[in-house]
């Protein structure tokens, strides 16, 4: 499909890839530093089952074994009714402790309940492996001495922060959905988890009678990429969230928050239905998530997708000093694409697959948009399970900008509407 945008010059993949080593260069000593900070970090997730009222504070904090005794050292408050993620050192041994701080005051009073894990856990290294820790919180619940007076000097420490958002109203003017913190994300991911978080902002309140649409940028994208689609959409039937996630970590990491995220979403609100649509690398986060969410995902538009991966990352891994995380998963014909075209899309998603290329008349075994080669975004696996391939004479960046696109993307839509 040709527009009135005219053509831009394609670069060759080689000439990407040279880039891409070039920008690696530029930005090594910042990533070594950052991945040598992840590289000591891991933590515990879980659930604190309680039926304490709203005005109740349920904190779980981790306690590090010291000899004889136990030290806290580092505590959160739940992200959503029950959920909870922690930042904890790797190798260290913890029990994990959760009370109902009922006056606020980061301490756990004689009166307030409190449950500590039966087991110790021992953090392994990075968020894939990460422990996951179940309590149940009654409100009759307490735990011995020696761990009760750790919980009363919590003010006292230093928090490592691992912010996780769930829900958070905000809008596109928000700096942690910046190109700047896109940028961050993809050359230092493990400040980026620390420093802007990972998780799913909503850019109005909740609307029982508006479908959420989850947007999904790719590697170092940003939410900002996404406004003229956004601002395209019905907004009588449609309420726009966009996942903000560090993409240069391994994605099967982000895929793991994105789908907790959005169950507990779902737990709270009650959507009978999730659309999705991803830009580049976004899409085979989506596409992983939509095959591992039990909910419905009746629409899934993707957007120049590299579903067999890019030729510059594999380059990226066999060259570069310091690797890119994500790199490695897209590598082509990576071990995550393998993994996640071994199971079809559920029957129920229609999976629109939009691709582009700057120039029509190129061959195809040489066409790109500019950067993904046309040969990776039309991958046979991908189209198999498309509802429609929708191809456009655009970059792979004005894609998102293009009013055929747009145009195209509301007809989607639409037909979706009016099939309800």
């Given at each position: 499909?040709r527009?009135d945008?005219?053509?831009?010059r394609?670069f060759?993949?080689g000439?990407?890839?040279?880039?891409?080593l070039?920008?690696a260069?530029c930005?090594?000593?910042a990533?070594?530093?950052d991945?040598t900070a992840g590289?000591a970090a891991?933590?515990v997730?879980g659930k604190?089952?309680h039926?304490?009222?709203?005005?109740?504070a349920i904190?779980v904090?981790?306690l590090?074994?010291?000899?004889?005794?136990?030290?806290?050292?580092n505590?959160?408050h739940?992200?959503?009714?029950?959920d909870?993620l922690?930042r904890?050192?790797?190798g260290?041994r913890?029990?994990?402790?959760?009370?109902?701080?009922?006056?606020?005051?980061?301490?756990?009073?004689?009166?307030?309940?409190?449950?500590?894990?039966?087991n110790?856990v021992i953090?392994?290294?990075g968020?894939?492996g990460i422990?996951k820790?179940n309590?149940t919180?009654?409100r009759?619940g307490?735990?011995d001495?020696?761990?009760?007076s750790?919980?009363?000097?919590l003010?006292k420490i230093?928090?490592?922060?691992?912010?996780?958002?769930?829900?958070?109203v905000t809008?596109?003017?928000?700096?942690r959905l910046?190109?700047?913190?896109?940028?961050?994300g993809?050359?230092?991911?493990?400040?980026?988890?620390?420093?802007?978080?990972?998780?799913i902002?909503?850019?109005a309140p909740?609307?029982?009678?508006?479908?959420?649409v989850?947007?999904v940028?790719g590697?170092?994208?940003?939410?900002?990429e996404?406004?003229?689609?956004?601002e395209?959409?019905?907004?009588?039937?449609?309420q726009?969230?966009?996942f903000?996630?560090?993409s240069g970590q391994?994605l099967a990491?982000s895929v793991?928050v994105?789908e907790r995220?959005v169950?507990a979403?779902?737990?709270?609100?009650?959507?009978?239905?999730l659309?999705?649509t991803?830009?580049?690398m976004g899409?085979?986060?989506?596409?992983?998530?939509?095959?591992?969410y039990?909910?419905p995902?009746?629409?899934?538009v993707?957007?120049v997708?590299?579903w067999?991966?890019?030729?510059?990352?594999?380059?990226?891994?066999?060259?570069?000093?310091?690797?890119?995380p994500?790199?490695?998963?897209?590598q082509?014909?990576s071990?995550?694409?393998?993994a996640m075209?071994a199971?079809?899309?559920?029957a129920a998603?229609?999976?629109?697959?939009?691709y582009?290329?700057?120039d029509?008349?190129q061959p195809?075994e040489?066409?790109?948009d500019?950067?993904?080669a046309?040969?990776?975004?039309?991958?046979?696996d991908?189209v198999?399970d498309?509802?429609?391939v929708l191809?456009?004479t655009?970059t792979?960046?004005?894609i998102?900008?293009s009013p055929?696109?747009i145009?195209?993307y509301r007809r989607?839509l639409?037909?979706?509407a009016s099939?309800q």
């Open positions: 499909m527009n945008r005219g053509w831009t394609s060759t993949a000439g990407v890839a040279a880039m891409l070039v920008l260069s930005n090594l000593v990533l070594h530093r991945l590289a891991g933590g997730a604190v089952f039926d304490e009222s709203e005005d109740s904190v904090v981790g590090r074994e010291d000899g004889d005794t136990w030290i806290a050292e505590h959160v739940l992200a959503t009714r029950h909870f922690m904890l050192v790797v260290k913890y029990v994990i402790v959760a009370f109902a701080d009922r006056n606020h005051n980061l301490r756990l009073d004689d009166d307030e309940p409190a449950v500590a894990s039966p110790t953090v392994a290294r968020w894939t422990a820790i309590l919180l009654m009759t307490r735990v001495h020696a761990i009760a750790e919980l009363r000097a003010a230093e928090r490592q922060e691992l912010p996780v958002w769930v829900g958070e809008d596109l003017d928000d700096e910046s190109a700047t913190s896109g940028r961050m993809l050359w230092q991911p493990f400040e980026f988890l620390t420093n802007v978080g990972i998780g902002f909503m850019l909740y609307d029982p009678n508006r479908v959420p989850l947007f940028s590697a170092g994208g940003n939410p900002w996404w406004r003229a689609l956004i395209a959409l019905d907004h009588s039937l449609y726009p969230w966009v903000v996630y560090p391994r990491n793991a994105m995220c169950t979403m779902q737990r709270e609100y009650g959507f009978d239905r659309y999705v991803a830009h580049s899409g085979l986060l989506a596409r992983d998530f939509i095959q591992r039990g909910g995902v009746p629409v899934f993707s957007m997708t590299p067999r991966g890019h030729r510059a990352a594999a380059m990226g891994v066999a060259r570069s000093p310091v690797v890119v994500s790199w490695v998963d897209m082509t014909e071990e995550f694409q393998r075209f199971r079809p899309l559920p998603t229609a999976h629109y697959l939009l582009a290329q700057t029509p008349a195809f040489r066409a790109t500019g950067t993904i046309v040969s990776s975004q039309l991958h046979a991908a198999r498309a509802r429609e191809g456009f655009e792979h960046t004005s998102l900008n055929v696109v145009a195209t989607i639409e037909m979706q099939a």
